[in-house]
């Protein structure tokens, strides 16, 4: 199973605004991440079109979660950025013919309750914890 880096970008995006009380530049995500900054641009206007993050431009401007970071799942950004979580030739599971494996569905039903069962903040709160030490 391959996890798109366009998905693994948009996380760690989220994260660092989560670590923030304060609109983050979209340079400074990039720079701190190791992300393109054309891509991230990509990435948080995904985001920012299923309501995930808010953006404000300007000097004092930058992106910032539109909720709480506990309310944010993990599920709910890799869906806004890369679509289905487990895909069958390209299809989600869910739209493949009832011929296909029914042990397919399992795995998209697992990932899914995985990655749902882990906030924004579980994460921002480990990378906080960690830096600490």
Request: glycine share 6%.
């Amino acid at each position: 199973m391959d996890i798109p880096i366009k998905a693994d970008y948009a996380v760690r995006a989220v994260v660092e605004l989560a670590r923030s009380e304060d609109p983050v530049k979209c340079r400074d995500i990039a720079a701190t991440q190791g992300i393109p900054v054309k891509f991230l641009v990509q990435i948080f206007s995904d985001l920012r079109r299923v309501g995930l993050v808010r953006s404000k431009r300007g000097a004092n401007g930058g992106y910032w979660l539109a909720m709480s970071p506990s309310d944010v799942s993990v599920a709910a950004v890799v869906s806004a950025v890369s679509g289905p979580l487990v895909t069958l030739q390209g299809t989600s599971v869910a739209h493949a013919p009832e011929s296909a494996c029914p042990v397919w569905g399992e795995l998209d039903a697992q990932v899914r309750r995985t990655l749902e069962a882990v906030s924004v903040w579980d994460l921002a709160s480990r990378s906080l914890a960690s830096a600490r030490s």
